[in-house]
């Protein structure tokens, strides 16, 4: 088994009562985010809607890494529904809760109720980089070319 990096994970009041986060297989690259929504509020997301979603959740990532909010696939290809910003950011040092912005791409109405998996996360190390002003870039064969420079 490969060494496993810590995050402190925080459940929030409304999260209460719901299973915490888990990877569903043994090496599964993301943890199932689920809808901390209020059992009797179902969300409804209608055909081209986009929501915020709330997690119920807050976590201490160590600094150097980063959690990347992430569609499931099952949702996408059966309903059209994924995270707008795929990959949220989650930043080392954001101590909030973590949400997770769904969007309706179906023609169906998507209902989400309260557990339902809505999202996965991934935990990535992340480099800052430190930026060196110069007036000319080291030289490379590709240079400037781009946009199918190579080839179709
Ligand atoms: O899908 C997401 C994306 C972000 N966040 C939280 C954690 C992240 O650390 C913070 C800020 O996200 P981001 O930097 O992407 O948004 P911003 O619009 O640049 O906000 P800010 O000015 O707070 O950085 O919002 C979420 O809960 N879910
Ligand atoms: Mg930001």
């Known amino acids: 088994m490969s060494t496993k990096v810590t995050v402190e994970l925080q459940r929030l009041a409304h999260a209460e009562g719901l299973p915490l986060p888990a990877y569903q297989t043994a090496e599964a690259a993301g943890l199932d985010l689920m809808a901390a929504v209020p059992e009797d509020e ?3 997301l209608a055909p081209g809607q986009y929501m915020l ?3 119920g959740l ?3 990532l160590p600094p150097g890494h ?3 909010v992430r569609p499931r696939s099952g ?3 059966k309903h ?4 707008l910003n795929s990959p949220g950011t989650i930043d080392a040092d954001y101590r909030g809760e973590i949400k997770v912005i769904l969007i309706n791409h179906g023609q169906a109405a998507f209902v989400i109720k309260r557990g339902e998996r809505i999202a996965q996360m991934v935990i990535a190390p992340v480099e800052q980089a430190a930026l060196v002003p ?4 080291s030289a490379t064969d590709r240079g400037a070319g781009g946009f199918g420079s190579t080839g179709r």
Request: charged content about 5%; overall charge negative; proline content about 9%.
């Open 53 to 55: 979603v709330p997690t």
């Open 66 to 68: 980063e959690a990347q």
């Open 75 to 77: 949702l996408a290809a």
């Open 80 to 83: 059209g529904v994924t995270v």
């Open 58 to 60: 807050a976590i201490a």
């Open 42 to 44: 179902p969300l409804t």
């Open 134 to 137: 110069v007036v000319t870039l």
